[in-house]
């Protein structure tokens, strides 16, 4: 059971890697819907190339702590981040799931744009089970 969710952690943040490596290389795929609005359609975030390529990094390592997490890749860690850090990934995406009342998560407040529909359908249920999977493989 642990390794199964290992590997779906980490196809998860692997493939968001891809597609955040994408975006820094120009795609287009997704992207439009990826940005938080507001009602007028107004992107409350105006990412670049350099803030896609460090969150696709973060997330290609991410995928690699759960790999090394669930013993299909062997790194070698510190011991505090191999303790506690699995821990700390879960309270992120947990964060990220509630969101910020405002814009992103499950209490944001607009509910009719592309963005927010997306959002409350498929990307803040998809940080709670990141973060509840990662939970688990750190117990």
């Given amino acids: 059971m642990r390794t199964t ?3 779906i952690e ?3 943040f692997l493939i968001l890697a891809g597609v955040h490596f994408n975006w820094m290389l120009g795609g287009k795929f997704g992207f439009d819907i990826a940005v938080p609005t507001n009602e ?3 992107r409350m975030l105006n990412p670049g190339k350099w803030d896609t390529s460090i969150v696709g990094f973060g997330l290609l390592m991410l995928g690699l ?6 013993g299909l890749i062997d790194v070698s860690l510190p011991a505090w981040i191999d303790k506690y850090g699995g821990y700390a990934i879960s309270a992120v995406f947990l964060l990220r799931a509630v969101g ?9 407040k607009p509910r009719t744009t592309k963005f927010a529909r997306l959002d409350s359908q498929v ?4 940080c709670l089970l990141l973060a509840l999977i990662g939970l688990f493989l750190s117990i």
């Fill in 5 to 7: 969710l290992s590997i």
């Fill in 10 to 12: 980490s196809l998860i």
């Fill in 40 to 42: 007028a359609g107004k």
């Fill in 65 to 70: 702590f759960f790999l090394a997490k669930g």
């Fill in 100 to 108: 910020d009342f405002n814009y992103v998560g499950f209490f944001k």
């Fill in 123 to 126: 990307f803040s249920p998809l």
